[in-house]
């Protein structure tokens, strides 16, 4: 099964505001451990990156890059998309259907928004997926910390079955250490 990796939405204006999400250098750090791991076994990196007009995201806007210490390489892919959802007039899925992809590792940035909705519409096209449930992370809310809505997420998701896929959370150590 070919697989590969999607980031979503580590970008400068996500991330470097304080207060930062929930374990942002820590996330991170887990992101280009499971990036480096992907290009050393010929998996596919895509970074996605979100773009909304007249804002800090604004396309290629300083907002819009991905964070500094976010390792990319030449090779990597990239995606553009305007609603939390990465298939939705973008172009992921003809990216992933080129490289006959059928197993996803999702990372990234919001837990509740983008990384839920993308998760969800992968499962629902077909695509397994692997949720990186230390390598994701969100911004506190009022009703629940960004602990808590990653851990809530790492939970519910892999508990729907009625995609017809499998969807796990598995760890960064899980993967790479194997």
Request: glycine letters at 4%; one cysteine or more; proline letters at 4%.
């Amino acid at each position: 099964m070919s697989t590969a990796v999607l980031v979503i939405d580590v970008q400068h204006a996500l991330f470097s505001p304080k207060p930062k999400p929930f374990e942002a250098e820590k996330v991170i750090s887990r992101i280009n451990s499971i990036t480096s791991w992907a290009r050393a076994k010929d998996y596919p990196v895509i970074f996605i990156q979100h773009e909304q007009a007249n804002s800090p995201l604004e396309f290629k806007a300083t907002g819009w890059q991905l964070q500094g210490n976010l390792m990319s390489q030449p090779d990597d892919l990239y995606v553009r998309k305007t609603t939390p959802d990465s298939f939705l007039n973008t172009t992921l899925n003809s990216v992933l259907s080129d490289f006959q992809i059928k197993h996803l590792m999702v990372c990234g940035y919001a837990t509740e928004f983008c990384i839920d909705t993308t998760t969800r519409s992968a499962a629902g096209l077909g695509y397994s997926v692997d949720l990186i449930a230390d390598a994701h992370t969100t911004h506190d809310k009022k009703h629940a910390n960004g602990e808590q809505i990653r851990q809530h997420h790492n939970c519910t998701l892999p508990a729907i079955s009625s995609f017809g896929v499998k969807i796990a959370a598995r760890s960064t150590s899980d993967i790479v250490d194997c």
